[in-house]
């Protein structure tokens, strides 16, 4: 199910930004038996970076990532790290 999950998220990034680069990782081992998320499921670290996020604040960025996850923020991600990086941040 994990793989899904990280299938999905990928999809839903690549859909929405069109990165240059997109890293998404299952942190579930290292939050096994944390409250919140059965066994360990449902944390996640995302890397994107993206030409759309020049100049635009971190808050911003990371919010526009929560909304391309959509659902999936209330349904299978617990947690989730984002690196948000605009392409000349690198």
């Known amino acids: ?27 579930g081992h290292l939050h096994v038996g944390h409250e919140g998320a059965r066994g360990g499921l449902g944390h996640f670290r995302v890397m994107l970076v993206c030409e759309d996020f020049a ?6 960025r990371h919010r526009a990532v929560y909304a391309a ?14 690196d948000a990086f605009a392409s000349d941040e690198l």
């Open 1 to 27: 199910m994990t793989v899904e999950r990280v299938e999905r998220i990928r999809t839903l990034l690549e859909s929405a930004f069109s990165p240059e680069a997109l890293d998404v990782e299952d942190e």
């Open 55 to 60: 100049g635009v604040p971190m808050l911003k």
């Open 69 to 82: 996850l959509g659902e999936m923020m209330q349904t299978d991600i617990h947690a989730l790290a984002i």
